[in-house]
């Protein structure tokens, strides 16, 4: 009679266990979004605007590993020349790298007549 009220007590007090497998499965599932599906959002982000940023001249790195220069931009599509005389059309997602940025036209020094010195 001993046994059976030793296991009737294991039984009444397993309540407080039975929250160990959904304390480790909530575990699991925080630590794989944080581990894999946050930084793969972040890079996604990185992409796209890298993507909408693209302009003529900028030296870029397809997903295929064709390198080549941004000639033109349209809606959903970059024209890139791949040898002189040389163009193709390219969707923008694939689009991997930017490899240079075209460098932004300075403002042309302009100097007045007044403070010119002969």
Do not use: C, W
């Not at 575990?27 to 990185?46: A, C, S, T, W």
């Amino acid at each position: 009679m001993g046994r059976s009220v030793t296991v009737h007590y294991a039984a009444a007090g397993g309540g407080a266990g039975s929250f160990t497998p959904i304390l480790m499965i909530a575990l699991l599932f925080g630590v794989m979004y944080f581990m894999m599906i946050r930084p793969q959002q972040k890079r996604r982000r990185e992409a796209e605007s890298m993507q909408s940023n693209l302009g003529p001249g900028d030296e870029v790195v397809t997903i295929g590993g064709l390198y080549g220069t941004v000639t033109g931009i349209e809606d959903d599509t970059v024209l890139i020349e791949v040898a002189p005389g040389v163009q193709t059309r390219y969707a923008r997602p694939a689009i991997a790298r930017v490899v240079t940025r075209a460098e932004l036209p300075s403002e042309p020094v302009t100097e007045d007549a007044d403070t010119v010195k002969e």
